[in-house]
């Protein structure tokens, strides 16, 4: 049976497992292995089922696992504005190089 733990990024007891079985046994690795913990809820519904799961795939105690940080963006920005040629009113275009202060460096 399926179980999802994280439900934000769908993250299942058997992603957990694999990832411990790759190797990824620190929370934190976890997450960034998996996703979990880093969706819109950042941990907030998910964190307690998904700490379990690390805990009991690698045979530690669940208290001696540290919460993963928790990294919200500052905000939000659309995908489209990324990918934009037009960067618009955020000012996201990348400095020239004699804006950088680089002239002369090099590699």
Request: with cysteine; hydrophobic share 35%; aromatic share 2%.
């Amino acid at each position: 049976m399926k179980r999802i733990l994280c439900l934000c990024h769908d993250v299942t007891d058997a992603d957990i497992r694999r990832a411990v079985a790759h190797g990824y046994t620190h929370p934190e690795l976890v997450k960034r292995f998996t996703g979990a913990l880093m969706g819109p809820c950042q941990g907030r519904t998910c964190a307690e089922s998904v700490m379990a799961a690390i805990a009991r795939e690698t045979g530690v105690d669940p208290a001696s696992l540290q919460l993963p940080t928790s990294r919200p963006p500052a905000f939000a920005i659309p995908m489209g504005l990324l990918a934009a040629d037009d960067p618009g009113p955020l000012g996201l275009e990348a400095p020239s190089p004699g804006e950088r202060g680089d002239e002369g460096e090099t590699a």
